[in-house]
């Protein structure tokens, strides 16, 4: 089972930035989506197809419809520039995998 | 708190043996499925399984079943990621990792990682 991201996402500070993620499972699934910034463990920013963990700034949101979830951060700041993964359960519900990734870099 | 403490970074030899570790304190170590994640140098993050202590109970990525083997202690409250035979591509950051609420994902908790590097 794979979820597929795009690589790469450019935004300059104040824009938008959409972050999209693919699977067949996903209608059955929750997405997980989690900001990786160099030399750290990731964090999860955003649960559950739309739910911000405490903490999250509020400029982060997630939506999901069909096979596809998005993760959106409005008002790009330069502290967002990170790997953002998302994670989903396969349709059996055991077995996780993550998304290949995508670097947001902020112009 | 809960804290994951990894072993110390690893530098072995293709075809030798190994096994990590990954100690949790500040919770109860036999209620909550602990997981493992590889990430090669500068790739994406990969699911590799996930084990439950209490029972044992052990789920692999397809990608990884019978390249690994991963284990607990209940006792000293340690997880373990274990390889026979040690290949050039098993050089990655691997990272142990918590599930939050008692299920089996998402990780709300990880170590601090732990590197492999697989070099002749």
């Known amino acids: 089972y794979e979820l597929t991201q795009p690589p790469s996402v450019s935004v300059s500070p104040g824009q938008r930035a959409r972050i999209t993620c693919s699977g067949d499972a996903l209608p059955q699934q929750f997405t997980y989506w989690y900001q990786q910034k160099t030399g750290q463990a990731p964090v999860v920013v955003m649960s559950?197809?739309?739910e911000r963990p405490s903490g999250i700034p509020e400029r982060f949101s997630g939506s999901a419809s069909g096979t596809t979830a998005t993760l959106t951060i409005s008002g790009v700041q330069a502290e967002d520039e990170a790997d953002y993964y998302c994670?989903?359960?396969?349709?059996?519900?055991?077995?996780?995998?993550f998304g290949g990734g995508t670097k947001v870099t902020v112009l | 708190e809960v804290q994951l403490v990894q072993s110390g970074a690893e530098v072995k030899k293709p075809g030798e043996s190994l096994k990590i570790s990954c100690k949790g304190s500040g919770y109860r170590f036999s209620t909550s499925w602990i997981g493992w994640v590889r990430q090669k140098p500068g790739r994406g993050l990969e699911w590799m399984g996930i084990?439950?202590?209490?029972?044992?109970?052990?789920r692999y990525s397809p990608s990884f079943q019978g390249q690994v083997t991963i284990s607990v202690d209940k006792s000293s409250s340690t997880a373990y990621l274990q390889w026979s035979r040690l290949k050039a591509s098993d050089t990655a950051n691997y990272y142990c990792?918590?599930?939050?609420?008692?299920?089996?994902?998402?990780?709300?908790?990880w170590g601090q990682g732990t590197l492999v590097t697989v070099s002749s």
């Open positions: 990792a918590r599930p939050a609420g008692g299920g089996t994902g998402p990780f709300d908790y």
């Open positions: 559950k197809d739309n």
């Open positions: 084990i439950d202590p209490g029972d044992s109970e052990t």
């Open positions: 994670q989903s359960a396969d349709s059996s519900g055991k077995y996780w995998v």
